[in-house]
């Protein structure tokens, strides 16, 4: 344990904003009542000079609140530390709001999971990074999707005003995508799988957002082509 201790003491003293400030000591022969006290001041101390991702130092806790994923009510977009995750849930919608303030350099894990009435034509679902049609909204898809029996590739710059989920004009049902908010490379890497009354299918690609300009602050919107019920999970990983 008195290990342990050391090496959080190690952890804080190597971050911006923590040098200088007295770092709590632990007595040779300390109860482990004593123990958790200084661990627990430890923490106060990171936490009290802004470092969001403080409990990041300790193994994690699943009963934790800051390792359960959060939901948002109302106000400003979620500010996610590594490895904090939000949960959205929905019934019969097509535009879901993530509420998650993004930067540049970040990377997120989205997970889809639901259910919905196929149509029998539909655009494709996107999410439509800062909640609106970007100014420039010209993105770059790569990859291939199946249809019945048939796999087609794509190569293709389309401008449906965010990042394609889906490629057989469906809403999805499952999927999972990682995206990157990097302003000079911004991009969604997934695999999902949807179907509309004609056809079923997935797809697996890579979309780039080609403006290397727009800075990239709220994850977006979700918009889905026709009334979808489910969840969605996103987990900030970097």
């Not at 991009?187 to 004609?198: D, L, P």
């Amino acid at each position: 344990m008195r290990g342990h201790i050391d090496a959080i003491k190690q952890n804080i003293e190597t971050i911006t904003g923590v040098r200088g400030k007295p770092i709590p000591q632990l007595a040779t022969g300390a109860s482990s009542d004593d123990i958790t006290a200084k661990v627990n001041s430890i923490l106060s101390l990171l936490q009290n000079t802004g470092q969001s991702a403080a409990k990041s130092i300790l193994p994690p806790d699943p009963t934790d609140a800051y390792f359960q994923p959060k939901v948002w009510v109302s106000g400003p977009d979620l500010v996610l530390g590594i490895g904090q995750s939000a949960k959205i849930t929905a019934t019969a919608a097509t535009s879901m709001p993530l509420h998650i303030a993004c930067g540049d350099g970040q990377i997120y894990e989205i997970d889809i999971a639901g259910s919905y009435t196929a149509a029998a034509a539909a655009a494709n679902p996107i999410l439509q990074p800062n909640n609106a049609v970007p100014s420039t909204n010209s993105f770059l898809c790569i990859g291939e999707y199946t249809t019945g029996t048939s796999v087609i590739g794509i190569a293709t710059t389309i401008a449906e005003g965010g990042f394609r989920l889906n490629s057989i004009g469906s809403s999805v049902q499952a999927g999972n995508y990682t995206v990157s908010t990097s302003t000079l490379n911004k991009k969604m890497i997934g695999v999902g799988n949807g179907n509309t009354t004609a056809s079923s299918g997935s797809h697996s690609m890579t979309v780039s957002w080609t403006d290397t300009t727009t800075p990239y602050t709220s994850l977006g919107t979700i918009i889905m082509p026709n009334a979808w019920t489910g969840t969605i999970v996103v987990r900030r990983v970097a």
